[in-house]
């Protein structure tokens, strides 16, 4: 897949010529040669820092509408589609061109396809009720009888106009009394289907706001800030975190409705999330005031996400926080003791160390329930891509991590291309209830290159070779050319394409 850089240099070229500049006149705008140039814009030279900073302020542009991070997941994503869709001969190559021609049109085909998605998933959800509710096939069977039965009576009617009057007045008091049963009968299936919007929901909300947080790199510095200023006045009232918290809340006590089978970490992060939304509300508002947050549903959900990330912030300080996963080499478990977190907290919290100057490792994050149904897919991982469509390979740790209960499992995964990286991933429980209830159970998977394996505890094993086994592995089924992959669970989507030969 192409990196973000592999479009700075389309981009350059296509505003140079909308300008009507020359490689020569831009060169000389940017201090640089007109050869040097050319290798930029075809991609044979990387471009970044102050160099890039004065290319755009030569073309009246900012850094970020050149830098194409939010780009290039746009044309990963396009890429994905069309495999997923079976369109054969568009690849990579082309989804990068288009959305470096064209971006406004890849954008609205992405959400042509989110409503597409939604309109399947809308049907399969009701034929599936149909099909599978016992008073819905029952009103289901009622209603085509008593079709049947109006349709027979009002055939003898038609083909018999001799009948006698006391004869045409029976039949049709049977069809009248039919067709008030068939009305009755439709009356009650609309009442249980409910409105036919409300069956299935759609899943573009969620994605948008996938996009909203990967377009600000999950990083929110207003959020930040006031998370910070919050824990700072807590901790010098010396009253204690959560006494501190509940005062400004106005309790007395600690909160128990709702939260009596909940673990203490647990407790506590809600209880921050209520702070947080109590005295930082407004500036929630604000935040989420994007346009890319575009239906109502989408921006509830960026309403909770900004919540929780505002009480991560007061939970988990920035700099002591990342002072201590630098210290301890991101051992997650050790973190989540010393700051009396979970482990989804903590892996959720990595993913936000991502203050420009002040950034901790770059990770991917993802998040599985047994069903395998995936959710909070973002990547700071320099060519690895979080899968949105079409589920994940099922070879991945995040899978493995189901049946390990209290440890990690670490993986180095093989992508197809030859690209490896290391997964961390590990079952969590957030709520379990009493004797009967059923736990709430699910995988979380933090993702980060293998050249950054030196910085983390976990990559301690593949590089001392006490522990060699790699695992090729790809995206999805659909997307991945392994042909001999003893778990693939559906074919691949299209011929093999130039560059889909595996490494040895």
């Known amino acids: 897949m192409a990196t973000p850089r592999s479009l700075i240099g389309r981009r350059i070229r296509d505003r140079r010529r909308e300008l009507r500049l020359t490689q020569s006149a831009l060169a000389e705008k940017a201090g640089i040669s007109g050869s040097y140039l050319n290798l930029i814009e075809t991609d044979k030279r990387l471009i970044g820092g102050a160099l890039l900073k004065r290319v755009a302020g030569a073309l009246g542009l900012e850094v970020g509408d050149l830098s194409g991070v939010e780009d290039s997941r746009l044309a990963h994503d396009l890429g994905e589609i069309a495999r997923t869709l079976a369109l054969d001969g568009l690849g990579t190559e082309q989804a990068v061109d288009f959305v470096a021609r064209c971006p406004d049109w890849a954008r609205a085909f992405l959400a042509l396809h989110r409503s597409y998605r939604d309109a399947v998933s809308t049907s399969t959800a009701l034929s599936d009720r149909l099909s599978q509710d016992p008073a819905l096939m029952d009103l289901s069977h009622a209603v085509l009888s008593r079709v049947t039965a109006i349709r027979s009576f009002a055939e003898i009617l038609e083909q018999h106009p001799d009948l006698a009057p006391a004869e045409r007045a029976r039949f049709t008091g049977i069809v009248a009394a039919q067709s008030d049963d068939l009305a009755a009968s439709a009356r009650e299936m609309i009442g249980l289907l409910g409105n036919p919007l409300d069956a299935a929901k759609p899943t573009s909300p969620g994605e948008e706001v996938d996009d909203f ?51 203490p970490e647990s407790r506590r992060f809600q209880l921050a999330k209520r702070v947080f939304a109590d005295l930082h509300g407004d500036l929630v508002e604000q935040v989420i005031d994007d346009p890319r947050l575009a239906s109502r549903e989408a921006r509830e959900r960026a309403r909770a996400a900004m ?65 395998g149904n995936l959710s909070k897919p973002f990547s700071a991982v320099p060519g690895l891509r979080m899968p949105r469509f079409g589920g994940s390979c099922p070879l991945w740790a995040l899978h493995a991590a189901f049946g390990e209960a209290d440890r990690p499992v670490v993986q180095l995964a093989v992508m197809p291309q030859g690209e490896r990286y290391l997964f961390i991933a590990r079952r969590v429980v957030k709520r379990r209830g009493g004797y009967g209830a059923t736990p709430v159970t699910y995988s979380v998977m933090l993702g980060c290159s293998l050249g950054d394996a030196g910085r983390i505890v976990y990559g301690d094993a593949f590089l001392s070779r006490r522990q060699s086994l790699e695992t090729p592995v790809g995206i999805n089924c659909r997307a991945c050319p392994r042909e001999d992959c003893r778990q693939r669970a559906h074919p691949a989507v299209g011929p093999r394409r130039q560059g889909d030969d595996l490494p040895p």
Do not use: C, W
Not at 247 to 258: D, F, W
Not at 333 to 339: G, K, P
């Open 213 to 263: 947080i990967i377009h600000h790199d999950n990083h929110f510095p207003a959020l930040e800030a006031a998370g910070a200023m919050l824990r700072q006045q807590v901790d010098e009232e010396g009253v204690g975190l959560m006494s501190g918290f509940r005062r400004r809340l106005g309790l007395e006590t600690e909160p128990s409705a709702g939260s009596a089978d909940l673990p």
């Open 307 to 371: 919540t929780a990330y505002g009480a991560g912030a007061m939970l988990l300080p920035y700099e002591p926080f990342l002072k201590a996963a630098e210290a301890t080499r991101y051992d997650v478990d050790l973190l989540a003791e010393r700051f009396g977190a979970s482990y989804e907290q903590i892996a959720h919290r990595l993913v936000t160390l991502r203050r420009p100057g002040a950034e901790g490792l770059a990770f991917a994050f993802l998040r599985a329930d047994p069903a």
